[in-house]
């Protein structure tokens, strides 16, 4: 990781305590990066697919022992599967984890929810989609998804020091 992450890891800093998820594609268990910090994982639609490259990507971008932003975290994981294009299961998933937070306050709460997703007019149920995205933010649970008509990210050329913040530039993606 970059922008200091390492240094911030080393005063302490690692999420230790905090509870993340992630709607994504089915995960490798036993995985070396997320080994040991997968407290919950739930297949939804896809009980007999293959383990994918993207969820345990992602999984490991978030809470990676030697990649993680975050790798003190506590990682609860909802695979659904994305090749059926519909909503449907990020649904069932999202309200599993509104489920999961609804009698509970603070660190005992999942805190953030990362879907690498976002609207796509031609995928089945977006409208449900959406309102339960309203939904969960109602319930002030922090939902990160690509489903803006722009969304933004940062990158840092090949080659170029990853601390430097000024070695970054916007990224903008636009959806179809």
């Known amino acids: ?13 690692t ?19 997320y080994d040991g910090k997968l407290k919950l994982y739930r297949r939804i639609g896809c009980e007999e697919a293959e383990p994918q490259m993207h969820g345990p990507a992602v999984a490991s971008l978030l ?31 999202l309200e599993e984890i509104l489920d999961y937070n609804k009698d509970k306050t603070g660190k005992d709460r999942i805190a953030v929810v990362s ?13 449900l989609w959406k309102t339960t995205l309203d939904k969960a933010r109602k319930t002030g649970l922090m939902v990160l998804h690509c489903g803006l008509p722009e969304f933004s990210g940062a990158a840092c050329p090949v080659g170029k020091d990853r601390d430097d913040p ?10 179809a």
């Open 115 to 127: 879907i690498s997703l976002g609207f796509v007019q031609e995928h089945k149920n977006l409208d």
């Open 166 to 175: 000024k070695n970054y530039g916007v990224c903008r993606f636009l959806q």
């Open 63 to 93: 809470v990676g022992e030697h990649c993680g932003a975050v790798p003190g975290a506590e990682l609860y994981f909802w695979a659904v599967p994305s090749w059926k294009m519909d909503y449907s299961y990020y649904v069932k998933a």
């Open 15 to 33: 999420g230790k305590g905090v509870k993340v998820a992630i709607i994504d594609q089915p995960l490798l268990e036993g995985h070396a990066e």
């Open 1 to 13: 990781p970059g922008l200091g992450l390492r240094g911030l890891h080393q005063q302490g800093m």
